[in-house]
């Protein structure tokens, strides 16, 4: 507790200075934690964090966070690889004949058989960053200050 004046003006500088590391460090916990939880719901629509059928080896998607600012810092969580694929439906549509490339296909291969072209019926979107953010929403202003609450609690000595 503070004795004099000097004492009260030197614990609030101390406040000031834990609050704006405070700041940052709560919304990076709650940034991490619904990153996270995007990861999870993720994961469990593709099972392996990859897209089958999408490249030769599947392609990789996930989520990820960057700090932005200092003074009034904001996390923005994106997306990453193809995420729309599964994130949203897709219409119907035809998908042509591969043209040139290597091996100079001139066919489509659905289930093993060669055809022309193809039809695809479109798919319904299983929405997994929508749902792990909806999970994650409710925890992340807790989170944001019980981080700012021991900041203040430290700088004040309680």
Known sequence: MARDLADLAASAGAAAAA???AQKVGVRKAALMTTNEIRGTIRSATGDMRLSGVGKRGARVGAKFD???????????TATGPMQLIERDTSPHRIPRARGGRARRRYVVVDGHPYASANHPGTRGKRPFGKGVAKAAPHTGAIFQREIRSAIDRAWGL
């Open 19 to 21: 609050l704006k590391v």
């Open 67 to 77: 700090i932005k600012g200092s003074t009034n810092p904001t996390a923005l969580i």
